[in-house]
């Protein structure tokens, strides 16, 4: 990757989640169509598999932090020991 390539990719990082959007929308309308060739059941499949499972561990990335806002879930200083007595509760 050439270092001009990195700088954009830093800089949209940086950017608030609406403007990342908004960003994402024009470069793809900007963007020249380009092929990849055949994609095997294989691929498509493995592809599938990659994006579900960040998608689920964004939702639940989400989920956890809802609760927090809620004032639901395990205080930080109380993590230690929950963690603790779930090892020695049998289930």
Known sequence: ?????A???EGFEALPEEEKKIFTVGF???AVPIDSGPLDDEETAQAGDQ???ALTVDAKIREGIA???RGEGIPEGELDAHL???KVEPE
């Open 84 to 86: 603790a007595r779930l």
């Open 1 to 5: 990757m050439r270092e001009q390539t």
């Open 67 to 69: 609760e927090l806002d």
């Open 28 to 30: 793809l309308r900007r």
């Open 7 to 9: 700088q954009l990719l």
């Open 51 to 53: 994006l579900f499972a």
